[in-house]
């Protein structure tokens, strides 16, 4: 039995559930009392919250969620819930989108091609810094006038005659 597609606007209070919890438990609680809300009302153990309801909640930080808030409401054939600050359109971020098997061979073409193409430029850019430089490199001597003083004495070389 296929079920029917449901849009609702719900205003759910949150004040009384998350006073029967320590302050740093509050926005937490604000959460799960929404999903409760949702389970009661909506028929469905499958709900799934929005971002911008998330951020409204988290807003004012943990200890301070807000005392109602309003949301919108949409059931789907399969019994899926998701809800969503009002004025806002669900996002679901975590739907796998199916790829055509020859969508996926072209991109995998290109992903190779284009690797290629970046190594082809990288060896050419590598190339260029290894080219051979001609380093010249020239001695230079000076040569320094010796002192007299500075001169090594020279000592006499005596032939001994045997």
């Keep these: 039995m296929k079920m029917k597609e449901l849009d ?10 998350y006073m029967k919890v320590p302050k740093y438990k509050r926005a937490k609680k604000a959460i799960t009392a929404i999903k409760q809300f949702l389970k009661k009302h ?10 911008q309801l998330n951020l409204k909640i988290w807003e004012r930080g943990i200890k301070n969620p807000p005392h109602h808030i309003k949301v919108t409401v949409k059931k789907d054939g399969e019994g899926l819930v998701t809800a969503e600050l009002f004025g806002f359109d669900f996002v679901d971020k975590r739907a796998k989108k199916e ?7 072209e991109k995998l073409a290109e ?11 990288s060896d050419v850019k590598k190339a260029e810094d290894k080219k051979p430089v001609e380093k ?27």
Excluded: F, H, W
């Design 99 to 105: 790829k055509e098997p020859g969508n996926l061979k």
């Design 8 to 17: 609702r606007i719900y205003t759910i209070p949150l004040r009384r559930e």
């Design 136 to 162: 010249k490199t020239e001695v230079k001597v000076e040569a320094k006038p010796v002192k007299e003083a500075e001169k090594p004495k020279e000592t006499p070389v005596k032939d001994k005659e045997e």
């Design 111 to 121: 992903k190779i091609k284009g690797t290629a193409n970046k190594k082809a430029e």
């Design 42 to 51: 909506m028929k469905s153990e499958n709900i799934k919250l929005g971002k």
